[in-house]
Nanobody, 124 residues
Framework: QVQLVESGGGSAQAGGSLKLSCVAS????????MAWFRQRSGKEREFVAA????????RIGDSVKGRFTISRVTATNTITLHMDFLEPEDTAVYYC?????????????????WGQGTLVTVSS
């Protein structure tokens, strides 16, 4: 059974950096896009970044464009969200997700498998 295991996160000061990683454990032959979504307190889940199965194509959400990037190591089914120039508005629970398609998508309904979530807190 495949599970998404997230790591990283925690606390940072505004202007700082953090890194989140997610590995799809259980199988190594997965050719699905993966992504990060986040949910801020009192808000709906929001798209952050996605990457295609090969790592060649990415999508970045408007609210984090220019500050966050996403990368992938296909051999280990691991994706990493690199978060720079953090803002207090980035405080949220971040969720890793795996799509049922190979190309990246901003639509949460394209994602079939979700991680438990990891909290990121940015203080001003």
């Amino acid at each position: 059974q495949v599970q998404l295991v997230e790591s990283g996160g925690g606390s940072a000061q505004a202007g700082g950096s953090l890194k989140l990683s997610c590995v799809a454990s259980g199988r190594t032959d997965r050719r699905y896009a993966m992504a990060w979504f986040r949910q801020r307190s009192g808000k709906e889940r929001e798209f952050v970044a996605a990457i295609g199965w090969s790592g060649a194509s990415t999508r970045i959400g408007d609210s984090v464009k220019g500050r966050f990037t996403i990368s992938r190591v296909t051999a280990t089914n691991t994706i990493t969200l690199h978060m720079d120039f953090l803002e207090p508005e980035d405080t949220a629970v971040y969720y890793c997700a795996e799509a049922f398609r190979g190309s990246p998508s901003e639509d949460s309904e394209d994602y079939a498998l979700w991680g438990q979530g990891t909290l990121v807190t940015v203080s001003s």
